[in-house]
């Protein structure tokens, strides 16, 4: 039981953070520009896949040189301000899985390339709702508040679908 309450821990101290919803809005992002081009599903998938892998190696990268040194009185080492760093850009990764599984859906002409790259864009707004959701309720806001905090995030994404929709 104590295992699973360490990794529920582990999963939420590292999905839900700001790096988590910076991943989602990237990769938003990231089909709107790539999906403008008229880019297959495929081609949007590895735009988006590598991406996000220069995106958080370059955070690994800050975080572990931010961290290293002083900290509180204490030093921290190189190997350990990495270690925090990779921890607390997980989010960045995982938040890429949904929308880049969806892509791939689409890659396998399983559903058109317009529709995974809408499909995509849309499991982003509901991963900020749901990361929105998370982090107002763990704080103890009101479930008015935690409402307001899941659509405020999830806000996020649909500016995305409204640059996808102008854009396109």
Do not use: C, N
């Not at 709107?32 to 370059?58: K, M, N, R, Y």
């Not at 690994?60 to 990779?86: C, K, N």
Request: glycine fraction near 10%; proline fraction near 2%.
């Amino acid at each position: 039981m104590s295992e699973r309450r360490d990794a529920v821990h582990i999963l939420r101290a590292s999905f839900v953070t700001e790096e988590s919803v910076y991943g989602v809005i990237l990769v938003s992002g990231m089909i709107v520009v790539a999906g403008a081009h008229g880019d297959s599903s495929w081609s949007v998938f590895w735009t988006v896949l590598i991406t996000v892998l220069v995106f958080w190696a370059a955070h690994v990268y800050a975080g572990t040189v931010a961290h290293h040194g002083m900290d509180e009185q204490r030093v921290v080492g190189l190997g350990e301000a990495f270690r925090i760093s990779v921890r607390r850009s997980f989010g960045l990764l995982v938040a890429a899985l949904i929308p880049s599984i969806i892509l791939l859906i689409g890659a396998t002409r399983a559903v058109p390339d317009q529709v995974a790259l809408w499909a995509a864009l849309w499991a982003g707004v509901i991963v900020l709702a749901v990361l929105g959701f998370i982090a107002f309720r763990r704080r103890g806001a009101s479930p008015v508040m935690q409402v307001v905090g899941a659509l405020a995030t999830a806000g996020f994404g649909l500016a995305m679908m409204l640059l996808k929709a102008f854009v396109h």
